[in-house]
């Protein structure tokens, strides 16, 4: 490794490290930070970006911003964008743009509207998979099922199934805790976090461990332990993410930042309420 890309790496590392143990100087949408106090304050109400108490940058969905810098609710259901009351230039997701006075409702988990009563796309979710049927509604897929055509086609799956013949059959009928398995529902080849496999059969790892060989070796703890010189895993101090003791953190959780004179984690309070579109 050369000199100069030696440096940039430890530079690389050291501003991460900076970066994990410092409070963050940005606040959330309807917030801005105040030079004097130093903290996250509220923008006026309807506000997703301001500079102050008293004037807003950019307005909230379903809002438009006035000549005093002040928003002012739409007053058209459904709609995302106006320029003044009553007249809206963009419908929200889910509503199709009938007129400037109105925003109609195109579909349950429908995304972007082809028409007042059929839906173009669908939306996506975390926890529920849809797709575009024939007569244009979004429907679910079949549980376990990542993404689909119909109600009998899956096309890809979920972790902890496997497809066959176009469905998708949970990995659990060979153990519990099993998340990758063969279509014949006779071989574990993979368990889930927690687990360690012994040919067909999930058992469980320590506590607080999220990847070991057997019951007494952890290999790597979940978030919020470290692992001990027994091979188990004990806890790092409070509001801390990763620490190799009992004592420091080498990242602490959202808005908190590692005091080492106190030897804590300790709140940045950079909270504020924002707004809610």
Do not use: H, W
């Not at 900076?18 to 004097?36: H, I």
């Not at 950019?58 to 259901?77: I, Q």
């Not at 459904?78 to 009553?86: E, S, T």
């Not at 429907?139 to 689909?148: I, N, R």
């Amino acid at each position: 490794m050369s000199r100069n890309l030696f440096y940039l790496v430890l530079t690389s590392l050291i501003f991460n490290i900076l970066a994990q143990n410092s409070c963050s100087t940005t606040c959330k949408e309807g917030c801005f930070m105040d030079s004097e106090s130093q903290q996250c304050i509220s923008c006026p109400a309807g506000c997703l970006n301001c500079s102050s108490l008293d004037t807003c940058n950019v307005c909230g969905s379903g809002y438009f911003l006035n000549s005093k810098n002040n928003c002012v609710a739409c007053g058209v259901a459904g709609c995302a964008k106006c320029n003044k009351q009553g007249v809206c230039i963009q419908c929200q997701s889910g509503y199709f743009f009938s007129s400037s006075s109105s925003c109609v409702a195109c579909g349950y988990n429908c995304k972007t509207c082809a028409s007042e009563t059929t839906c173009k796309t669908c939306k996506t979710s975390l926890y529920n998979s849809y797709y575009l049927s024939a007569t244009g509604t979004c429907e679910f897929c079949p549980y376990g099922c990542q993404t689909c055509e119909s109600t009998d086609y899956c096309t890809s799956c979920s972790s902890g199934y496997v497809l066959s013949n176009f469905q998708c059959l949970s990995c659990s009928k060979v153990d519990r805790d099993c998340v990758s398995c063969d279509k014949r529902l006779t071989r574990c080849f993979a368990c889930g976090a927690g687990s360690y496999r012994v040919k067909n059969k999930c058992f469980k790892c320590s506590a607080g461990c999220d990847k070991c060989t057997d019951d007494s070796t952890c290999q790597k703890c979940s978030q919020g332990y470290f692992l001990n010189s027994n091979d188990g895993c004990s806890p790092c101090i409070p509001y801390c993410k990763t620490c190799t003791d009992s004592t420091t953190c080498s990242e602490c959780d959202f808005d908190y930042v590692f005091d080492s004179n106190k030897g804590k984690c300790v709140s940045c309070d950079n909270s504020c309420v924002g707004n809610y579109f």
